[in-house]
């Protein structure tokens, strides 16, 4: 029972949370302002959208290509075909239910190329590492380009002194769990670090692939694709052409964090986009229009693209 109401409240409460931040958002404007935002959809350059729609289909397809180099370093070789599209299937599902597209790509997978689930799902765990490096490599980048904005900014909304406290808190919580996973003997804490041990098993053997270089290849690949992708979406609006760059790798960022935190951004995606483009003067309308046009446009394509893959994985796989 208890196990059925936590995953209930892990598929709800995202969504709930992004109906919040909509109905909060859509609230604090005006009409008229309510207005000028459907105009800037109306009036918006779509040919750039079209652009960064294609530039993130060949993240999709990366994504996919570079799961072969894990699987073939195990001794598995499923066609291209199958693994792009399973990353397709993976991403629509993530949709509905936070971190579930990993389980079902292991599950195609498993279907029809038979890697068994527990292979197939570690390397997407251990990719899934190699991102999150990326992801804290544009943050660290981030910080490095807009400290003194976002240093004001964070003073702004947080009194220093409670920052300190704070910063304390997170110190003292930090310090109090490293002691307990090196001294704890309890049963439960060691299972834990036997997984992350493990985790860390997985993520190193990606350098003693032999293809490790094509894999690191398709890394930067897949992360320059994000970032382009997003960029080249600023010249859709005129409030926000102008944007420098280290404010799109900001932005990209917050982008990044909102996805990452909800059911692929839904709500919170537009309302931090719109939050964070005021530090740098663009009108909240603007922003809210941007962060819509950039999250709808990625949704219907993974809708889409994870649709087709549904009907044509079958099809393409009829002997299985």
Known sequence: MKQKIGKWLSILLPILLG????????????????????????????????????????????????????????????????????????????????????????????????????????????????????????????????FDVLKAFVL???????LIVMLGIATTLMIGVILLFRYSKFKVIQTIKQKISGLIDGVFSIWKMEKKWAFLF?????????????????????ETSNLSLSTVVISFIVGGIAITLTNSGFGAYPFLMAEILLLYNVPETAGTAFGWLVWTSQTLMVVILGTLSFLLLPILNKNK
């Open 19 to 146: 109906l919040a931040l909509v109905i909060y958002t859509y609230n604090k404007f005006t009409p008229k302002q309510v207005e000028e935002i459907k105009l800037q959809f109306k009036n918006a350059d779509y040919f750039y959208i079209l652009i960064s729609l294609l530039i993130s289909a060949v993240a999709l397809w990366s994504r996919g290509y570079r799961w072969r180099y894990t699987l073939e370093h195990l001794g598995y070789k499923p066609k291209i075909s199958t693994n792009v599209m399973a990353v397709c299937i993976g991403y629509f599902i993530n949709m509905s239910i936070p971190r579930s597209g990993e389980v079902s790509r292991a599950l195609i997978l498993k279907k029809y190329e038979d890697v068994p689930f527990d292979k197939a799902f570690g390397t997407i765990i251990a990719e899934r590492v190699v991102d999150t490096f990326f992801l804290l490599s544009f943050i660290g980048l981030a910080f490095f380009l807009e």
């Open 156 to 162: 702004d909304k947080i009194p220093f002194q409670k």
């Open 218 to 238: 398709h890394s930067l690949l897949i992360w320059a694709s994000y970032f382009f992708m997003f960029y080249i979406t600023i010249f859709a609006l005129p």
